[in-house]
């Protein structure tokens, strides 16, 4: 094969060449080509999209906030009821409560005569209570 040495070849032109002050005249053939009407502008209402969606998330968060609390508190509340319920016995909780806690249940848990009248007045077992 024959030795190619691009440095001593003489140089192949590729036929492709710019016309005269093609750049310099670009700029002004260019603009005349353009229309010359503006194009009606449609605006897009992203405003109001932010507004909904606001509004949407605060009325979702005040429709889930207290589903959410409520929740919480009753399953502490049932698994405290249910475990006393199964575990312990009426013997055991009073074997485990001192003097103090029963005068301290006492105290809290004073009835008067009209409490007691308008809550026998107000429940539906009212004969059995009676009967007994």
Avoid: H
């Amino acid at each position: 094969m024959k030795a190619f040495n691009l440095d001593k070849e003489p140089k192949i032109e590729t036929g492709f060449k710019t016309p005269e002050n093609y750049f310099e005249s670009f700029e002004a053939r260019m603009l005349a080509q353009l229309p010359k009407e503006e194009p009606k502008v449609i605006k897009f209402q992203v405003r109001k999209l932010y507004i909904v969606s606001a509004i949407a998330a605060v009325i979702l968060a005040f429709i889930a906030i207290p589903f959410y609390f409520d929740s919480n508190y009753s399953q502490e509340s049932i698994s405290v009821e249910s475990y006393l319920s199964y575990q312990l016995t009426t013997e055991d909780i009073i074997e485990k409560l001192t003097q103090e806690d029963i005068d301290a249940l006492e105290n809290t848990l004073a009835l008067s005569d009209d409490g007691l009248e308008e809550y026998l007045s107000e429940t539906q077992n009212l004969k059995f209570y009676l009967n007994e």
